[in-house]
Every structure is written in C-alpha cells, then in structure tokens.
C-alpha cells in the first residue's frame, strides 16, 4: 500500500514538475534535483508515449514508460508499462527522444579524476522494450582513454583504447530486453 501511494506521488510529481519547470528555473532549482518527462512515439504506433526518468535513492534514477498516454496529466493509479530501478548511476547530461522514437540517455561523471560517460538507446521493437545501443567513454587520470560502442540491434560492435585503432568486438552480442540490463553484466564485454 505505501509503495503504491509512494508511486503514485512520484508520478503527479513527475508531471508537475514537467509543466512547471521554467517556474522552477526560475527560483533556481537545479534540472538534477526534478523528475525528467518526455513525450515520443517509442512504440511508433502514432500514439504519444511518457518517459519519466525519476531520481532515486544512492544516486541513480528510475526509468519509467508509459504507453499511449500522451502528453497531459498522469493517472496517478496507472502503473508503467516498463519501470527499470537503478538504470542510471552518476549524473543525467542527456534524456531526450530522437524523431524516430528510440530514448537517448546519457550519464556519467564528467570532471572527474577518472570520467566516464555512458550512453543508452532505448527502442521499443516486437513487443519488447529493448537496449539497442551502448556507448561507455572513460578517460583516466593517468591518461589512458577509451571508447566501447555497442549496436543490439546490429551484433556489431566496436572498441577503442589509449588512441590505438579501432578494432571490432568479437564476443556474441545478443538483443539485451530493457528489463535483463545490467551495464556490470555487458561493461565486460569492452573489456572491463
């Protein structure tokens, strides 16, 4: 019972923060602190979708997905077709949707002694919530640099490390469901 009301409250949350933010921009609360609300056609059935990425517990935020529900208030009873605890870890630089409906998410710790930037394609084919795209950027202190860029949707992928030549991943890269994500589980296959 308190999780649904918790949720609940979240989620109005979420939409007032979303229609009031140049409200809030304005008395100087920082875009890090407030839920993030987008509006797409992930689905691409010609029905606005909601993508809610909501600030958690340890530094992380929640990913919520609501299918045709457009772009007015939440019902606040309405669970999210997709909800995937924990999926960021460090700072959200980016969320927002391309023209063709797949969700663009990138975080990191810039400025850091060893930065790192992740980068996360959401699609929606078949049915499925998928990640169709991961990109992991680090650069250390010492000076050691590096780019692992993976495409599910391809198998293909490829890495890069301390300004040698790009080369191609050779492990078996499969389609990963939104819900199996685990950025530990597939970090490992750039090598780490």
Do not use: Q
């Not at 939440?74 to 949707?97: C, M, N, W």
């Not at 991961?134 to 599910?152: H, S, V």
């Not at 890069?160 to 819900?179: E, F, H, N, Q, Y």
């Amino acid at each position: 019972m308190a999780k649904a009301f918790l949720r609940a409250a979240l989620l109005c949350a979420a939409t007032l923060a979303a229609t009031s933010l140049s409200a809030h921009a304005a008395d100087n609360v920082t875009w890090r602190n407030l839920p993030r609300d987008i509006t797409l056609d992930i689905d691409r059935d010609g029905k606005p979708d909601r993508a809610l990425l909501i600030d958690a517990e340890g530094g992380t935020a929640d990913l919520h997905i609501f299918l045709g529900t457009g772009d007015g208030l939440l019902d606040p009873s309405r669970k999210p077709d997709i909800l995937k605890a924990s999926l960021t870890a460090g700072l959200v630089h980016t969320f927002e949707a391309t023209k063709h409906g797949s969700l663009i998410i990138m975080y990191g710790c810039g400025g850091c002694s060893n930065d790192t930037s992740t980068t996360l394609i959401i699609v929606h084919r078949n049915g499925a919530f998928l990640v169709g795209g991961y990109t992991y950027a680090w650069e250390t202190r010492d000076f050691g640099e590096g780019t692992c860029d993976i495409n599910f949707l391809t198998g293909k992928g490829t890495l890069s490390k301390d300004g040698g030549k790009t080369r191609p991943i050779r492990a078996a890269l499969k389609l990963v469901t939104l819900a199996d994500w685990s950025e530990e589980k597939h970090a490992k296959v750039c090598g780490f």
